[in-house]
T-cell receptor
């Protein structure tokens, strides 16, 4: 199956700091999705990207579709405690999405 | 819409017992997915259905696992007999096509003792 590697695996940051994470794939995608999973809940879609180079924002979140189409980036500005959770990237092959290994984010008040 | 509804939220069972997990997808969605999440392996796709038909069950770990979708509004994932290594969180997700991504349920946390 597809290999989607996310970096870093985990992050511990102070409230108010900015966060950057990325996702790389072994093949080209035409769509990138970013999900967030709160503790004890299912993943929730944050941002969808459909075009190489596309930059899309959702509040304090900004995601970019890499030019090579093999990577994507997610930034969170001015982190707050409720940003804690696991962030997943996902990309499609055929009729299904493959999910990355996840980046676990801890925000220290 | 109430979203994807899974039941039960938590299940504790003894090894060897049969376990049935249930899922109600979002009305109008034509694809349904069952995932398993563990610390070691992350999110693993077990099986997915399109228009109630199983399309890819290559992720089902072994014959003890089976899934059905008798109609567009209901699916089950059954484990018989259950084993301790089946302990995980099982998610159901649904979608309409692929472009908009999946909507996940809240999951069923299964513990087999």
């Amino acid at each position: 199956g597809q290999q989607l590697n996310q970096n870093p695996q985990s992050m511990f940051i102070q409230e108010g700091e900015d966060v950057s994470m990325n996702c790389t794939s072994s093949s080209i995608f035409n769509t990138w999705l970013w999900y967030k999973q709160d503790p004890g809940e299912g993943p929730v879609l944050l941002i969808a990207l459909y075009k190489a180079g596309e930059l899309t924002s959702n509040g304090r979140l900004t995601a970019q579709f890499g030019i090579t189409r093999k990577d994507s980036f997610l930034n969170i500005s001015a982190s707050i405690p409720s940003d804690v959770g696991i962030y997943f990237c996902a990309g499609p092959t055929g009729n299904q999405f493959y999910f990355g290994t996840g980046t676990s984010l801890t925000v220290i008040p | 819409d109430a979203g994807v509804i899974q039941s039960p939220r938590h299940e504790v069972t003894e090894m060897g017992q049969e376990v049935t997990l249930r899922c109600k997808p979002i009305s109008g969605h034509n694809s349904l997915f069952w995932y398993r999440q563990t610390m070691m392996r992350g999110l693993e796709l077990l099986i997915y259905f399109n228009n109630n038909v199983p399309i890819d069950d290559s992720g089902m770990p072994e014959d003890r696992f089976s899934a059905k979708m008798p109609n567009a509004s209901f699916s089950t994932l059954k484990i018989q007999p259950s084993e301790p290594r089946d302990s995980a969180v099982y998610f159901c997700a649904s979608s309409l096509g692929i472009r908009g991504g999946y909507t996940f349920g809240s999951g069923t946390r299964l513990t087999v003792v």
